[in-house]
């Protein structure tokens, strides 16, 4: 019986999952199928349930239903409790759910490992509060990272995100409007707004010649922060393609056990991006 495995969300026909996880499937000479499966809101955890029977052995979690799935959880890795969110389920041998969130560790391999942005004492600037940087914020501590300023619109959401952690953590929250005019060794973009075609307002100050620049998101073309990223100066400059398959190998790694190669599934996805 082939391995079952799914990424459940609602919208999900734009999901490179499937893709994604046939690629590492092959590279790696595993019998598993992997579907996207759009979920009615009403129905996520009888869905996760039914699925994670028999030959159903495990799912990814996006968009809207990550808290849900932390919630469904009998067993949260750290990385999930700390995230508020799980992107990735499982069955322990002893049948109690396992939830993990592999989106952090996504990002801090794409930085460091395909992109060679040292994070070893770097300071760091996040535009935006939502789930997506929550999920970040351990893993760039734990790679180093010597301060992190969480910035958004309403700066009482950056201010509460900032308090899960101890004070000499070095995390702390402002809006848009406090961000300081000063160089950042690394900003990343973790609003949506490049999917509207918009940019946070970030000061000019903030890039210089050293400062590496990161979106979430990506696209065919380059997103907005991204270009104006470039406009500034900034010394490196990426969109979120590598950490969509850097977080899907670590699950893959967490369900079968082996590592697949990352690098020849991002540039196949992103020729197939730019075919388009």
């Known amino acids: 019986m082939t391995d079952r495995y799914a990424v459940f969300g609602n919208p999900i026909a734009h999901s490179k999952s499937p893709q994604i996880h046939a690629r590492f499937a092959h590279q790696t000479a595993q019998d598993l199928s992997y579907s996207a499966e759009r979920i009615n809101e009403d129905a996520f955890e009888a869905a996760v349930e039914d699925f994670l029977q028999g030959n159903g052995k495990g799912l990814n979690i996006t968009v809207p239903f990550k808290e849900r799935a932390w919630a469904l959880a009998q067993w949260r890795s750290e990385r999930a409790e700390l995230a508020g969110a799980v992107n990735t389920l499982y069955r322990l041998e002893?049948?109690?759910?396992?939830?993990?969130?592999?989106?952090?560790?996504?990002l801090v391999r794409d930085l460091a490992d395909n992109n060679e942005?040292?994070?070893?004492?770097?300071?760091?600037?996040?535009?935006?509060?939502?789930?997506?940087?929550?999920?970040?914020?351990?893993?760039?501590?734990?790679?180093?990272?010597?301060?992190i300023l969480i910035a958004n619109r309403t700066s009482a959401?950056?201010?509460?995100?900032?308090?899960?952690?101890?004070?000499?953590?070095?995390?702390?929250?402002?809006?848009?409007?406090?961000?300081?005019?000063?160089?950042?060794?690394?900003?990343?973009?973790?609003?949506?707004?490049?999917?509207?075609?918009?940019?946070?307002?970030?000061?000019?100050?903030?890039?210089?010649?050293?400062?590496?620049?990161?979106?979430?998101?990506?696209?065919?073309?380059?997103t907005p922060f991204c270009r104006w990223a470039q406009a500034q100066g900034?010394?490196?400059?990426?969109?979120?393609?590598?950490?969509?398959?850097?977080?899907?190998?670590?699950?893959?790694?967490?369900?079968?056990?082996?590592?697949?190669?990352?690098?020849?599934?991002?540039?196949?996805?992103?020729?197939?991006?730019?075919?388009?």
Request: aromatic share 4%; net charge negative; proline share 5%.
């Open 157 to 222: 959401r950056a201010e509460t995100l900032a308090q899960l952690f101890d004070s000499a953590a070095g995390v702390m929250g402002c809006g848009f409007d406090a961000i300081p005019a000063t160089a950042f060794d690394l900003i990343i973009n973790g609003t949506s707004a490049s999917l509207q075609g918009e940019l946070p307002p970030v000061p000019e100050a903030t890039v210089s010649a050293h400062t590496a620049c990161y979106d979430m998101m990506y696209g065919a073309e380059s």
């Open 234 to 276: 900034a010394g490196r400059v990426m969109d979120g393609l590598g950490m969509l398959v850097e977080q899907a190998a670590e699950a893959f790694l967490i369900w079968r056990g082996v590592r697949p190669d990352t690098a020849p599934v991002i540039q196949a996805l992103r020729e197939s991006l730019t075919a388009h």
């Open 94 to 106: 002893d049948g109690r759910l396992a939830g993990d969130n592999t989106d952090g560790v996504g």
């Open 117 to 147: 942005v040292d994070l070893e004492g770097a300071r760091v600037l996040i535009l935006g509060a939502g789930g997506a940087v929550r999920g970040v914020l351990q893993p760039l501590l734990a790679a180093g990272a010597r301060s």
